[in-house]
Nanobody
Framework: QVQLVESGGGLVQVGGSLTLSCAAS??????????MAWFRQAPGKEREFVAANRRITGATNYADSVKGRFTMTRDNAKNTVFLRMNSLKPEDTAVYYCALPPSGCSGDECFTSRTYGYWGTGTQVTVSS
């Protein structure tokens, strides 16, 4: 079965940086054929979209709140996606999840958590002021 495992979270000061990783396994086809995404959920809030890297085109979309600060990349040879987070703010504090849509996604579907059937267990990011 598909498994997603995140790593790289931790405690960082305001303005600092972290890089999250998400390794996928159990895939039926090549990793490059899957759109991958990052979401996050802060305490008491709904899970929100952070970034998505589209299959085939390789295009990446970002939430407005992280645009210009976060960069999502992927290493298809290692079945891994990364989220480089710079200029971190207290409001970036959340559990970060990587996700994969089993049936793919198109357009705005890729920004919606219900599109994604596979999720990692999450990694905590805490930004202290």
């Amino acid at each position: 079965q598909v498994q997603l495992v995140e790593s790289g979270g931790g405690l960082v000061q305001v303005g600092g940086s972290l890089t999250l990783s998400c390794a996928a396994s159990g895939l039926r086809t090549a990793f490059s054929l899957y759109t991958m995404a990052w979401f996050r959920q802060a305490p008491g809030k709904e899970r929100e979209f952070v970034a998505a890297n589209r299959r085939i085109t390789g295009a990446t979309n970002y939430a407005d709140s992280v645009k210009g600060r976060f960069t999502m990349t992927r290493d298809n040879a290692k079945n891994t996606v990364f989220l480089r987070m710079n200029s971190l703010k207290p409001e970036d504090t959340a559990v970060y999840y990587c996700a994969l849509p089993p049936s793919g996604c198109s357009g705005d579907e890729c920004f919606t958590s219900r599109t994604y059937g596979y999720w990692g267990t999450g990694t905590q990011v805490t930004v202290s002021s």
